[in-house]
């Protein structure tokens, strides 16, 4: 990839802040995979050979695919991870063709006409294939502007204090299950904004508006270069898992 070392390691960085995990253990003389390295290299393996498995299914036959492929997942995720991964497909297999539908809502696959889906959450039973490949988790964040002007948040109880941008498809809004002690709550944000996307939940949190809460991936750029802040990680319950999702060899749209 001829990138520089500095680079490599900028990257990495961000890699680890997003996963929220240390890939690599570091010393003076060397460098080597962290167990969670190590599984996170097995996980990005395992989604190559699915997403090369499911353009196989799609085009009844196993080897080179050929023709084209359609692929789904949220909008977000789609930009940031999905479409590095799909160029990858692209140039390894002249032949494959992939249309993309990016959009933060539940795609049916089987009405739509999609062959391969990236699902973050806990799926219900179907008739369709699903590999889980990773997990992710949920971050409070804010500006570092914003907690300057209004204190800092340092529980769960403090949430009443603070202004907060809410992110969901609903109008009603969404509910915040959180950790709190030995127990999980439920906190429905009281919100003057109310956004239906990541992109404008993220924009409104850099621009010093408040508290809100998204996926980790979604923000590790601005977390990496200072312009969100990460707080009360202990609040977040267990990660969401990432499944890669496709029909049964046969199955038609």
Request: hydrophobic share 40%.
């Amino acid at each position: 990839m001829r990138l520089s070392a500095p680079s490599v390691t900028r990257l990495v960085s961000e890699l680890e802040e997003t996963l929220g995990a240390r890939l690599f253990h570091r010393t003076t003389r060397s460098v080597g995979l962290t167990d969670a390295g190590t599984r996170y290299l097995e996980d990005c393996r395992r989604i190559l050979a699915d997403l090369e498995d499911a353009d196989a299914h799609a085009g009844g036959r196993h080897g080179q695919p050929e023709g084209w492929v359609s692929v789904t997942g949220s909008a977000l995720f789609g930009r940031l991870a999905l479409t590095p991964i799909l160029f990858g497909l692209m140039d390894r297999y002249p032949g494959l063709s992939v249309s993309t539908l990016f959009v933060d809502r539940v795609v049916h696959m089987m009405d739509e006409g999609i062959d391969v889906a990236v699902r973050i959450a806990d799926l219900p039973d179907s008739t369709l294939v699903a590999a889980r490949v990773g997990s992710v988790r949920r971050v409070l964040c804010a500006a570092p502007s914003y907690f300057a002007k209004h204190g800092a948040l340092t529980s769960v109880a403090d949430l009443d204090q603070h202004q907060l941008i809410d992110f969901s498809q609903s109008r009603s809004g969404s509910q915040w299950g959180l950790v709190s002690g030995s127990k999980t709550v439920t906190h429905r944000p009281e919100t003057r904004f109310l956004v239906n996307t990541a992109d404008a939940a993220i924009a409104a949190a850099v621009a010093g508006r408040g508290v809100t809460r998204v996926l980790s991936y979604q923000v590790a750029a601005e977390v990496a270069d200072g312009k969100l802040q990460v707080v009360l990680p202990e609040a977040e319950g267990a990660p969401l898992p990432v499944h890669v999702v496709h029909k049964e060899a046969g199955q038609t749209s």
